[in-house]
T-cell receptor
């Protein structure tokens, strides 16, 4: 069963605009972590942001914020003031179990920032 | 601090040859993951270790693949004999392994091409 769903294969955004990348997850476990990773064309996987299931506030890291809606089981990534360097694949991931060693990745969203 | 270091960055080999991919973990991390990424199948978890012990190798495609962790900071993934369908980007990642809040930190990957 798919645990992480990213329904947007590709997205376009104008430079300096904000963009939201969607992610929904599926688990009945009350304890979990949610992550977003960026993979530019150079290939490396870069950790962006983390949200714990018990965190009351939405996580933010610079221009990245995670819109966590627990009841809807969604963890959307919001990138504000898009830059050309934000063009990349973005992966949503979830970690389960009390050792944090079970990671589930979505299929990714390709973001293109248009000048 | 140095991140996860993988070598080689690129490997081109002929079908039937042995391939060894190497990974050095971030100091202090105790969980190690090997992933394979292809366009068709996305990111696939091959195996993960915790405290040098293989915990789950159900993702290893077949007996041609083997992974070892001879010490707390180093791991190898071996393919013998290699086949063209093994062509992919292989990532190593490490984490603190502390519950669900530990992000995976990825190396830059090894792009393997088997002709």
């Amino acid at each position: 069963a798919q645990k992480i769903t990213q329904t947007q294969p590709g997205m376009f955004v104008q430079e300096k605009e904000a963009v939201t990348l969607d992610c929904t997850y599926d688990t009945s476990d009350p304890s979990y972590g949610l992550f977003w990773y960026k993979q530019p064309s150079s290939g490396e996987m870069i950790f962006l942001i983390y949200q714990g299931s018990y965190d009351q506030q939405n996580a933010t890291e610079g221009r990245y914020s995670l819109n966590f809606q627990k009841a809807r089981k969604s963890a959307n990534l919001v990138i504000s003031a898009s830059q050309l360097g934000d063009s990349a694949m973005y992966f949503c991931a979830m970690s389960l179990d009390d050792t944090g060693n079970q990671f589930y990745f979505g299929t990714g969203t390709s973001l293109t920032v248009i000048p | 601090d140095a991140g996860v270091i993988q070598s080689p960055r690129h490997e081109v080999t002929e079908m039937g040859q042995e391939v060894t991919l190497r990974c050095k973990l971030i100091s202090g991390h105790n969980s190690l993951f090997w992933y394979r990424q292809t366009m068709m199948r996305g990111l696939e978890l091959l195996i993960y270790f915790n405290n040098n012990v293989p915990i789950d190798d159900s993702g290893m495609p077949e007996d041609r693949f083997s992974a070892k962790m001879p010490n707390a900071s180093f791991s190898t993934l071996k393919i013998q004999p290699s086949e063209p369908r093994d062509s992919a980007v292989y990532f190593c990642a490490s984490s603190l392994g502390q519950r669900w809040g530990s992000p995976l930190h990825f190396g830059n990957g090894t792009r393997l091409t088997v002709t």
